[in-house]
């Protein structure tokens, strides 16, 4: 059986003196080591605490510090020709720091005249090259206005009223009438505190969001859709790309409208649809800001004229004509007329 401790074993005597010895030889060792210690630091004694916080108030000067001091006292004093020496040295430094500073400077003072002029060149390009488009435009607008009159004249009765009926449900004529207008917006950016970094935005309008809402729109008996002034048509496309939202390959930008003309309760059949349910909840979990009105003049403008890459028109020499004429006034249009 052992005890712990150090003791003797149980039933052995102990030699006289022998404890007296060993605790001479440890004292004599343990003086010796702590000497020698103290020496090596400088003279003061340090003793590391268990834990890291008692010890940094124990002993909060770091050894570096007091070797340091130790070899500052045993060079002595630097001599005057050491002192200006040094003072040459830094000032050299920082003659050299402030050159490459100033040239630096220079530089880049130097290359701002060339980056504005760059960037007022592409802006007004943009500019030049949106009002040539805009110009291009009405000429079309115009023409196509000049058309239909030319084809009203030859063309009367019900072929003029199926005329404009197909022209209304294709998109390629202006027209008015009631319906509804939804307005999408973007949730506001949220900075995190920590960082001061922009979260991602969660409440952001996606390019699936207005799909959702012109399908719905569709489903509850729209005629004709325009999406911030771009009418929809039966091979418009709804995209993103990178972060812009393209509408026939026409970038649109937050706050978005969708002005629809249809039935009268347009808007409240959208608001009790599935879909409007869906935009309820973004509103509610992400903040996105949705607005749903009904509105009784709306005017949505023409698409423009589709490109035919495969059909062709069949030559004839003079438009057919009907053998009996409708009486009275031509009806409307199913989306509200021209």
């Known amino acids: 059986m052992s005890v712990l401790g150090g003791g003797a074993p149980a039933g052995r ?3 006289p003196g022998g404890d007296a010895e060993r605790s001479g030889d440890a004292s004599r060792s343990g003086d010796a080591s702590r000497s020698g210690d103290a020496e090596r630091s400088g003279g003061a004694e340090r003793r590391f605490a268990p834990d890291l916080i008692t010890e940094m108030f124990r002993n909060p000067l770091d050894p570096g510090y007091a070797e340091a001091a130790r070899r500052r006292a045993e060079r002595g004093e630097p001599t005057p020709r050491q002192r200006l020496g040094g003072r040459l040295a830094r000032t050299v430094v920082l003659v050299l720091a402030g050159v490459l500073l100033a040239i630096a400077y220079h530089q880049t003072v130097a290359a701002t005249p060339e980056s504005s002029k760059t960037q007022t060149n592409l802006v007004d390009d943009v500019r030049r090259r949106q009002a040539e488009t805009d110009t291009m435009q009405r000429q079309a607008d115009q023409l196509r206005d000049e058309v239909s009159r030319l084809r009203d004249a030859v ?3 019900s072929d003029t009223d199926a005329l404009r009926a197909l022209e209304a449900r294709t998109g390629v004529v202006k027209v008015h009438g009631g319906g509804a207008v939804i307005r999408l917006t973007d949730a506001a950016t949220q900075v995190d505190p920590v960082t001061g970094k922009a979260t991602k935005n969660l409440g952001k309008v996606q390019d699936r969001d207005l799909q959702a809402v012109c399908n719905e729109l569709w489903h509850d008996g729209a005629e004709a859709i325009a999406v911030n002034g771009e009418r929809l048509t039966a ?3 709804i995209r993103l790309a990178g972060e812009t939202i393209l509408v026939d390959f026409r970038p649109i930008t ?3 409208q969708v002005v629809a003309i249809g039935p009268g309760d347009l808007n409240k059949r959208f608001s009790n649809s599935s879909t409007g349910e869906l935009f ?5 979990d992400y903040h ?7 509105q009784g003049d709306l005017t949505i403008a023409a698409a423009a004229d589709p490109q035919l890459h495969y059909a062709t028109v069949l030559p004839s020499a ?3 004509t009907p053998e009996s004429r409708s009486s009275g006034t031509p009806k409307t249009s199913p989306s509200g007329g021209r």
């Open 155 to 157: 063309l009367s009765g």
């Open 13 to 15: 005597d102990r030699a």
């Open 235 to 237: 091979t418009s496309t």
């Open 288 to 294: 996105m800001q949705v607005s749903v009105k009904s």
């Open 280 to 284: 309820r909840e973004l509103v509610t």
């Open 254 to 256: 937050s706050p978005y």
């Open 318 to 320: 003079t438009p057919s």
